[in-house]
């Protein structure tokens, strides 16, 4: 019968110490094939969610993307942190308890998300359960690599290395692409038919002259099933321009109606103390304002000089044809047809039990340029959005609930694998600090600290906003994919592409030494940004040519990032190699956090291709550490690794 060691079952003071030792060696050895796969499958699936899938989600539930960055990016922080609290693993308990442990607490913290997910204030509430699995899942990151290193000899810890680093990329393919797609496909069976809403720019159509849905509001369910209605189901629209009083005061009064009958929704906004207000609001009127002003002014959607005259706009009346008995988002997005015909209103709409019989406004409007006959077709798709994702993280939990009573059982019992002592605990946490205060201590720490930080500078705001522009409607700057489409181009082509990258940089490496393929690297891993300049400017709607710039910029990240992970070697170098690996690994989260934080705000002003410029932009910090960093002609080789 197996048991769990903890801290009660180490020897007392007044047990043999030769008794603990014998019972630690009569254990049956584990096979690593028992678990290694399955513990580094769970240790990527919580970092997946957390950083990828939970942008994902807030996107299609209506959150802005400058809160998306803002407060997802935060989630780095306990990776961030993650060497400052290693010692207490070391400490309390056994490794092989903090890691089945954590496992259930993975666990509980995605069964609160699935549970708040359906609240009033879900953005608030899954965001404090998000924290804690961020927690939970640093922790097991410390306790499963220490794990690992205790109970495998050198000659499988060589052997496994590739297994453990692939069956982490397979858990990031299911999070961030399967379970995506699992969410989409729920959606698409829980949504209602699909409508289509067909457009014309037409010569000699009247114009309209004012909003008025409240003729159109029904008194009772129409017969059938639940159905989006459109009326009228073809728009024709008088390509002549209009002043643009008369254009922005139909559009003003369509958004109006639309937020006051609850079809459009003002973001939430986490709660703040008092006292964090207080600094926000000084911040944003000190700095964010007039900074943002700046930006916008000469950089933001809004800098296209204007003119007397617009493009013409048409109205469609959306309603449901009886009480949908949940909440149900209607989007409407173009399908096919002339790019110039647009919608300027009622990209997304929120229908309920207290609005279904209540006409939702879509405007639809016309480049002032377009003067012919010409058509559009628009699509409207629904689903229940918030049960697709609560049903998505129940999937994990139940997986994490089996994680951790598999790994209570199937775990070894290394020898080594024991709390420290009250004089161990003591003289560790003395090293611990030394340790700390040794790596600062080393030379041209500021140049490495710098490389740190700044080598992914552009990739830390372009990955933040990449799942949201191919999610928005082309309208909103966007390419209008469907949440399906994301996990399958991005969640799962990209990430077999950035593996493939990472791949051959490690052959590459490995052959003429790190030196020599530095710059192809870091050229690598900043030009293919590029990508997304042109699919923000071309907003190309052919999925396969999508697929490939995703997977040409994710290689060329896969790639470029190998040089990162070698010098954070090469920085680590020394006596006290995993200590200082660890720190790095901290500044690491740390050049993700920051600039993540305020990349949502700045797409917010600049609008996607403006954004994606700046990014190309903030390619030069990563370009201009690389000359400055030392580093020795020899390493990476073959023969300087063995």
């Known amino acids: 019968m197996l048991l769990l060691r903890t801290s009660h079952d180490m020897p007392?003071?007044?047990?043999?110490?030769?008794?603990?030792?014998s019972a630690e060696t009569s254990r049956t050895p584990r096979n690593p094939w028992a678990w290694i796969p399955t513990l580094y499958f769970a240790e990527g699936l919580p970092y997946?969610?957390?950083?990828?899938?939970?942008?994902?989600?807030?996107?299609?539930?209506?959150?802005?993307?400058?809160?998306?960055?803002?407060?997802?990016?935060?989630?780095?922080?306990?990776?961030?942190?993650?060497?400052?609290?290693?010692?207490?693993?070391?400490?309390?308990?056994?490794?092989?308890?903090?890691?089945?442990?954590?496992?259930?607490?993975i666990g509980a913290g995605l069964a609160g998300v699935a549970l708040t997910i359906p609240t009033p204030h879900f953005f608030q509430w899954t965001l404090v359960w998000l924290w804690l699995l961020a927690f939970s899942s640093a922790t097991h990151d410390i306790a499963a690599d220490g794990f690992y290193m205790l109970a495998t000899t050198e000659t499988e810890q060589a052997f496994f290395v590739g297994i453990r680093s692939t069956f982490y990329r397979i858990s990031m393919i299911s999070g961030q692409g399967l379970l995506v797609m699992l969410a989409a496909l729920i959606q698409s069976h829980t949504g209602l038919p699909r409508v289509e809403l067909r457009v014309e720019s037409s010569p000699g159509a009247a114009l309209v002259q004012k909003v008025a849905p409240e003729s159109l509001i029904a008194v009772a369910p129409s017969q059938g099933g639940l159905r989006a209605i459109t009326e009228p189901p073809t728009i024709q629209i008088n390509p002549e321009p209009r002043r643009n009083a008369e254009v922005s005061t139909l559009l003003a009064s369509a958004k109006e109606w639309n937020l006051t009958n609850g079809f459009t929704q003002v973001p939430q906004q986490s709660a703040l103390p008092n006292n964090r207000e207080k600094t926000l609001r000084w911040w944003t009127r000190r700095v964010a304002q007039p900074l943002g002003n700046i930006l916008q002014r000469h950089f933001g959607r809004q800098s296209k000089?204007?003119?007397?005259?617009?493009?013409?706009?048409?109205?469609?009346?959306?309603?449901?044809?009886?009480?949908?008995?949940k909440q149900l988002v209607v989007s409407l997005s173009l399908k096919t047809g002339d790019k110039s015909i647009s919608l300027a209103e009622g990209s997304r709409l929120v229908f309920d039990d207290?609005?279904?019989?209540?006409?939702?406004?879509?405007?639809?409007?016309?480049?002032?340029?377009?003067?012919?006959?010409?058509?559009?077709?628009?699509?409207?798709?629904?689903?229940?959005?918030?049960?697709?994702?609560?049903?998505?993280?129940?999937?994990?939990?139940?997986?994490f609930v089996l994680f951790g009573i598999y790994h209570r059982f199937s775990l070894p019992y290394p020898a080594s694998d024991r709390p420290k002592t009250e004089d161990m605990s003591r003289t560790f946490l003395r090293e611990f600090f030394q340790t700390f205060a040794a790596f600062f201590c080393r030379k041209s720490i500021g140049v490495l600290l710098l490389f740190l930080l700044f080598y992914r500078f552009a990739e830390a705001q372009l990955v933040k906003m990449v799942t949201p522009f191919l999610l928005d409607m082309r309208e909103d700057g966007?390419?209008?994919?469907?949440?399906g489409q994301v996990g399958f181009a991005y969640g799962t082509i990209g990430i077999i592409a950035l593996t493939c990258g990472g791949l051959l940089g490690g052959m590459v490496a490995s052959r003429q030494g790190l030196k020599f393929w530095l710059w192809p690297m870091v050229?690598?891993?900043?030009?293919?940004?590029?990508?997304?300049?042109?699919?923000?400017?071309?907003?190309?709607?052919?999925?396969?040519?999508?697929?490939?710039?995703?997977?040409?910029?994710?290689?060329?990240?896969?790639?470029?990032?190998?040089?990162?992970?070698?010098?954070?070697?090469?920085?680590?170098?020394?006596?006290?190699e995993t200590a200082h690996y660890a720190i790095c690994t901290g500044f690491m989260a740390l050049g993700m956090m920051l600039p993540g934080m305020f990349s949502g705000w700045l797409e917010d002003l600049l609008g996607y291709q403006h954004f994606f410029l700046w990014v190309m932009l903030a390619t030069l910090p990563g370009f201009l550490v690389v000359a400055f960093v030392p580093l020795d002609r020899e390493f990476g080789k073959k023969s300087r690794v063995a």
């Not at 003071?13 to 603990?20: G, T």
């Open 12 to 21: 007392s003071s007044s047990s043999p110490r030769s008794k603990a030792t």
């Open 48 to 105: 997946v969610v957390v950083m990828t899938v939970s942008v994902i989600m807030y996107k299609g539930l209506g959150i802005s993307n400058t809160d998306i960055a803002l407060y997802t990016s935060w989630l780095y922080l306990p990776w961030v942190l993650k060497p400052l609290w290693s010692p207490l693993v070391d400490i309390l308990k056994t490794r092989r308890a903090w890691i089945w442990l954590m496992q259930l607490l």
């Open 305 to 325: 000089t204007r003119s007397d005259t617009v493009g013409n706009v048409g109205l469609c009346y959306v309603r449901l044809s009886k009480p949908p008995g």
């Open 354 to 399: 207290q609005n279904w019989n209540k006409p939702a406004i879509a405007v639809v409007q016309l480049d002032p340029k377009l003067k012919n006959q010409a058509p559009a077709v628009y699509e409207l798709r629904s689903g229940n959005l918030k049960l697709s994702w609560v049903i998505a993280f129940f999937v994990l939990v139940a997986l």
């Open 478 to 483: 966007g390419l209008g994919l469907t949440t």
């Open 523 to 576: 050229l690598s891993m900043h030009l293919p940004d590029a990508v997304f300049v042109y699919l923000a400017y071309t907003q190309p709607d052919n999925f396969v040519l999508i697929n490939v710039c995703v997977a040409v910029e994710q290689f060329g990240y896969g790639f470029g990032f190998t040089a990162y992970m070698l010098y954070m070697l090469y920085i680590a170098r020394g006596r006290h």
